[in-house]
């Protein structure tokens, strides 16, 4: 795992904690996306070489959705940058975590993501992602 690519914040108001956070982190939001698989849209901010990113749930039954209502707002997920997603993920894998999925999924900013399972982790939701390369 190269760095921490980003720290996730669950939100139930999108435009609203926008707001909050360019006013905070003092820079502008630079993308918003809607991930239809995840069903969720997200916000980015960069400061220095780190990212925020904001989730709010765009279906009842979405994870950000379901973690809203038993935790409220709040720190969702911290995502890790690595070289090969499939290579970390069986890496991870053949030490003992749990995945939440066999494959890598497509995610916000141009990433292939997988998760760990926070009952292996701490409690903590770790997101493994990839940039995906365009040839």
């Known amino acids: 795992m190269n760095k921490i690519e980003h720290i996730g914040i669950a939100v ?12 905070l982190l003092n820079t502008d939001c630079y993308k918003t996306e809607q991930v239809t698989s995840e069903f969720v849209n997200t916000a980015f901010f960069k ?11 765009t279906s009842a039954d979405s994870a950000i959705a379901k973690f809203i209502e038993k935790k409220g707002e709040g720190i969702h997920h911290v995502a890790f940058l690595v070289d ?18 066999d494959s890598p999924k497509k995610g916000a900013d141009n990433k292939m993501v997988c998760f760990v399972h926070p009952k292996d982790t701490n409690g903590v939701l770790i997101e493994i992602c990839q940039e995906i390369k365009w040839i």
């Open 47 to 57: 400061t220095g070489d780190n990212k925020v990113e904001l989730l709010e749930a």
């Open 12 to 23: 139930k108001d999108l435009n609203a904690s926008i707001d909050l956070y360019q006013k």
């Open 84 to 101: 090969d997603i499939l290579v970390e993920m069986e890496r991870l894998h053949s030490e003992g975590f749990t995945l939440l999925s």
